[in-house]
C-alpha cells in the first residue's frame, strides 16, 4: 500500500501502511480496556476538611485537619456532580479513571491520525473547489 490516494476514485481513500498499523494497536488496546468494563468519567480527588466544632484540632495552628476522604468529581450536562468515595472505593476506581483518561488519549492520537491523513492528501492542494465567498458554515456529518 502506497497511501497515495487515487484521484479518479475518492470513494477508495486508504491510510497508509504505518498509519493503518498504529491504528490496528491502538484499536487493540481500545478494545482490551473496554472488554473490562472498568471505566469511570472523571476524576478522584483527596479532600481534608475543617469541621464546625471551635476547639478540634482542624482549627488549631497548625491545624490538624480531617481525612484524607476521596471524593469523584465529573461532569453531566455541564453540572459537576460528586460523590464521596470509601479508602477502598478510591482503591478500587482510580484504576478505573485511568483506564476513561486512556481511552480519550487513545480516540485522540485516532483523530490526530486522520488529521494528519487528511492534510498529507494530494487533493488538499487542489484549490478549484474552494468556495470563492464565503455565505455561511456548514457542517455535515
Ligand atoms: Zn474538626
Same mark, same amino acid.
Request: charged share 30%.
Given at each position: 500500500?502506497?497511501?497515495?490516494?487515487?484521484? $479518479? @476514485?475518492?470513494?477508495?481513500? &486508504?491510510?497508509?501502511?504505518?498509519?493503518?498499523?498504529?491504528?490496528? =494497536? %491502538? #484499536? !487493540?488496546?481500545?478494545?482490551?480496556?473496554?472488554?473490562?468494563?472498568?471505566?469511570?468519567?472523571?476524576?478522584?480527588?483527596?479532600?481534608?476538611?475543617?469541621?464546625?466544632?471551635?476547639?478540634?484540632? $482542624? @482549627?488549631?495552628?497548625?491545624? &490538624?485537619?480531617?481525612?484524607?476522604?476521596?471524593?469523584?468529581?465529573? =461532569? %453531566? #450536562? !455541564?453540572?459537576?456532580?460528586?460523590?464521596?468515595?470509601?479508602?477502598?472505593?478510591?482503591?478500587?476506581?482510580?484504576?478505573?479513571?485511568?483506564?476513561?483518561?486512556?481511552?480519550?488519549?487513545?480516540?485522540?492520537?485516532?483523530?490526530?491520525?486522520?488529521?494528519?491523513?487528511?492534510?498529507?492528501?494530494?487533493?488538499?492542494?487542489?484549490? !478549484?473547489?474552494?468556495?470563492?465567498?464565503?455565505?455561511?458554515?456548514?457542517?455535515?456529518?
Amino acid at each position: 500500500m502506497t497511501g497515495i490516494t487515487d484521484l $479518479c @476514485h475518492p470513494e477508495t481513500v &486508504r491510510v497508509a501502511a504505518a498509519h493503518q498499523a498504529e491504528a490496528e =494497536k %491502538i #484499536a !487493540a488496546e481500545l478494545a482490551a480496556i473496554a472488554a473490562t468494563g472498568m471505566v469511570l468519567p472523571g476524576s478522584i480527588t483527596k479532600r481534608r476538611t475543617r469541621c464546625g466544632r471551635r476547639n478540634c484540632g $482542624c @482549627h488549631a495552628d497548625p491545624p &490538624r485537619l480531617h481525612g484524607p476522604y476521596w471524593q469523584w468529581t465529573r =461532569k %453531566i #450536562a !455541564a453540572k459537576t456532580i460528586c460523590r464521596w468515595l470509601s479508602a477502598d472505593q478510591h482503591r478500587d476506581y482510580t484504576p478505573w479513571i485511568d483506564n476513561d483518561r486512556r481511552l480519550h488519549e487513545l480516540l485522540a492520537r485516532l483523530e490526530t491520525l486522520g488529521a494528519a491523513a487528511f492534510d498529507a492528501d494530494p487533493r488538499r492542494e487542489r484549490q !478549484a473547489n474552494r468556495p470563492a465567498s464565503r455565505t455561511g458554515t456548514e457542517v455535515s456529518r
